[in-house]
């Protein structure tokens, strides 16, 4: 294909990819000249006749394989948010031929020997911080991948990844067909109560848009504990929503199920491979945590007090449903947990759910909270640009300016849930920056925010409005980002580091000024009374253990399927594996299911979470020390934004973020404050 849109830089405002002259079949030949170029480059590296330097190895690694980082990042984008039965099929194509040309490159001996001359005379190159850094990180690397095992080894090394990258394509494949299949059709208007009419309205033209015409479709999240639970006041139909949610994958035929469990047998052997005990030791190496002691540590620290909560809070929405009911042998199932945790709340705090989203309307929370909350901390300022085109009609895109009116980048914004998007909410770069290649980040936040009706607004609950801040906090990691190297940009942090920011940009949208601001009624533009506010917040605290529960028992699934050695994994049931793993961690409670179960656990199994869903909680450790000192002293606000930007944001990998956050805080992190938000001490 002579003309292919990924062939040249983007000459689009900071190289955002043409997306209205992309089409499906440009991406296969994109990738393969991407590929064959690269690899061309690499043997130019390795058959050159100088001496290995920084010029001419490392530099000139960061500077390769331009074509295929443009097609990458637009397709892997677009296989998640806007899938199609050919995109699925290049996917499935190209997923064991990427991860071959990853082997090739981090196992070509003659490119590690380079690296590795220069790693061992690091000290002897004049080299500054960032550049002894980046030396450090590609010899890591390498090593990590295997280029010190003998040719068998690497051989096997190779059929392992390949293997593995069909099986994660195939898991997320699967999960969004699943998800969507599992969609719950309603006959009755009677099976809708409880539902706001604006829900009704929207689940009649989800059904109408399914092909079920005079029913009513409530499609899936791919959480377990579906949202909608809390207003169906039909107890059948809220336990037929969660047996959809929680049976998804574990069919007859094996499916995810099947998958989960060779997924992690074909880790364990590739962490034996490389020298490891088992997956969860090889991935924590790298990470800020270590040592598996130290996650271990951590996760047993807040288990007892996590499931006391728990227990507390079953036992009082155990009494309200009987009470209610007038059974006194009445059970709290899954099904019945946020169904009346909701009538708790409204009854103890005055709050009702329903009465709380007409104060969220999307735009005014995107305008008025999650940007003018970024322009009050870092002074940058938004204008949106309908002149550019993003990958699908429902994206929009928005150019971002610094203080001293530069551009920053582009920020894209894909908001609602459609059945070509995998669920859940991400952040992802299509460009990221770098000095070294003159680039400037474009990013999207991807939301699975339930469309509404056409001509009428989007409502958002609370926990949209903290999904809305969070994954934009990931934005503002890459969109503030200050590296030389491609290799550090944004987000290009360990794991266990990069919810850190996200979760600690979550912290605006509770903070009167800004809440005052965006928290205004669809209708009549009032602001949300400051008494509902104050009870809002108050109820928001209710339900923590439920949350801190739900969430460890996800993060301890994860760490028993990556703890597993060796051949331990053959044969095994997921099913039976899953809950005796819940059971041995002390979190099997059955009304609290996992937030997420084995065969829709997308972050471990199609996601790059495998033995690190714990980081959620270890960079919250990091985050509640931080709200904790944006309270503290008598710096202004934007004094204080400006130190987190300059410290932390902008840094990306190029520090060792652990060293960064006790340059920053001045000591390191301390638990307390997280177990104090969490409701985790006496």
Same mark, same amino acid.
């Given at each position: ?21 992309? !089409? ?46 443009? %097609? ?40 590690? !020997? ?77 099976? &809708? ?45 809220? !336990? ?56 271990? !540590? ?71 909270? &999650? ?5 009050? %901390? ?63 980040? %474009? %990013? ?104 801190? &529960? ?133």
């Amino acid at each position: 294909m002579a003309s292919n849109p990924f062939f040249e830089r983007s000459a689009l405002p900071y190289e955002l990819p043409p997306f209205a002259e992309i !089409e499906d079949e440009h991406y296969l030949p994109a990738f393969e000249r991407g590929m064959a170029e690269q690899l061309a480059e690499i043997a130019a590296i390795t058959g050159a006749a100088e001496a290995p330097s920084f010029t001419n190895t490392v530099e000139a690694l960061e500077r390769s394989g331009a074509v295929l980082r443009r %097609v990458a990042r637009a397709f892997f984008n677009v296989a998640s948010s806007d899938s199609s039965a050919r995109i699925r099929e290049i996917e499935a194509e190209i997923s064991p031929r990427w991860a071959a040309h990853e082997d090739a490159i981090n196992l070509d001996g003659a490119l590690f !020997e380079r690296v590795e001359a220069l790693y061992e005379r690091r000290g002897e190159l004049g080299l500054d911080a960032e550049q002894v850094r980046l030396v450090e990180q590609y010899r890591l690397q390498f090593v990590r991948a295997g280029a010190r095992l003998d040719a068998g080894e690497q051989a096997r090394l190779r059929e392992l990844n390949a293997e593995l990258a069909v099986a994660a394509t195939e898991f997320k494949q699967n999960n969004l067909a699943d998800t969507n299949a599992a969609t719950l059709i309603l006959d009755s208007e009677a099976e &809708v109560a409880g539902l706001a009419s604006g829900a009704v309205t929207a689940a009649a033209e989800n059904a109408r848009t399914l092909g079920h015409e005079g029913a009513w479709a409530l499609s899936l999240q791919n959480v377990s504990n579906q949202p909608v639970l809390a207003q169906l006041a039909d107890r059948s139909v809220r !336990e037929r929503m969660m047996t959809a949610s929680l049976e998804r994958g574990f069919d007859a035929a094996g499916g995810n199920a099947r998958l989960a469990v060779r997924m992690a047998e074909l880790r364990a052997e590739r962490a034996a491979l490389l020298g490891y005990p088992d997956h969860a030791a090889y991935t924590v190496e790298d990470q800020t945590a270590r040592t598996v002691t130290a996650v271990e !540590e951590m996760l047993a620290q807040l288990v007892p007090p996590a499931v006391a909560n728990a227990e507390r809070e079953a036992a009082e929405l155990t009494a309200v449903l009987r009470a209610a009911t007038g059974d006194p042998d009445a059970e709290l199932r899954s099904w019945d947990w946020q169904f009346w945790s909701e009538k708790v709340r409204a009854e103890q705090f005055s709050v009702d759910a329903e009465e709380l989203r007409p104060y969220f309307e999307l735009e005014r929370v995107l305008r008025d909270g &999650v940007f003018f909350a970024a322009g009050e %901390v870092y002074g940058i300022t938004f204008e949106e640009r309908p002149d550019l085109t993003g990958y699908h009609p429902e994206v929009r895109v928005f150019e971002v300016f610094d203080r001293d009116g530069s551009g920053l980048g582009l920020f894209l914004g894909d908001f609602f849930a459609r059945p070509s998007k995998r669920g859940g909410a991400w952040n992802r770069s299509l460009v990221t920056q770098s000095e070294l290649l003159g680039t400037k980040p %474009v %990013v999207v936040n991807n939301l699975n925010i339930v469309k509404p009706p056409k001509a009428e607004p989007a409502l958002l609950t609370w926990e949209n409005v903290r999904t809305l801040f969070h994954e934009f906090g990931h934005a503002l990691h890459c969109l503030f980002s200050r590296v030389r190297y491609p290799f550090f940009s944004g987000t290009a942090v360990p794991r266990d580091f990069v919810e850190f920011p996200s979760q600690v940009n979550e912290m605006w949208m509770a903070r009167p000024e800004i809440l005052a601001n965006y928290a205004r009624h669809v209708e009549t533009g009032a602001p949300m009374p400051a008494a509902l506010a104050e009870r809002m917040l108050a109820a928001g605290r209710f339900g923590e253990g439920f949350r801190t &529960v739900e969430y460890l028992a996800a993060a301890l699934l994860d760490w028993a399927w990556h703890r597993l050695p060796a051949g331990a994994a053959a044969g095994l049931d997921a099913a039976e594996f899953e809950a005796e793993a819940l059971r041995r961690a002390g979190v099997a409670l059955a009304a609290i299911p996992p937030r997420y179960r084995t065969a829709y656990f997308s972050h471990i199994f199609a996601g790059g979470y495998a033995a690190g869903y714990y980081s959620y909680i270890w960079s919250e450790v990091l985050d509640a020390d931080t709200v904790r000192w944006f309270d503290e002293g008598d710096a202004t606000l934007r004094e204080k934004g400006d130190a987190f930007r300059r410290e932390l944001l902008s840094r990306g990998g190029s520090v060792d973020p652990l060293a960064a956050f006790e340059a920053f805080r001045g000591r390191p992190p301390r638990i307390e404050p997280l177990l104090i938000r969490r409701g985790l001490t006496v």
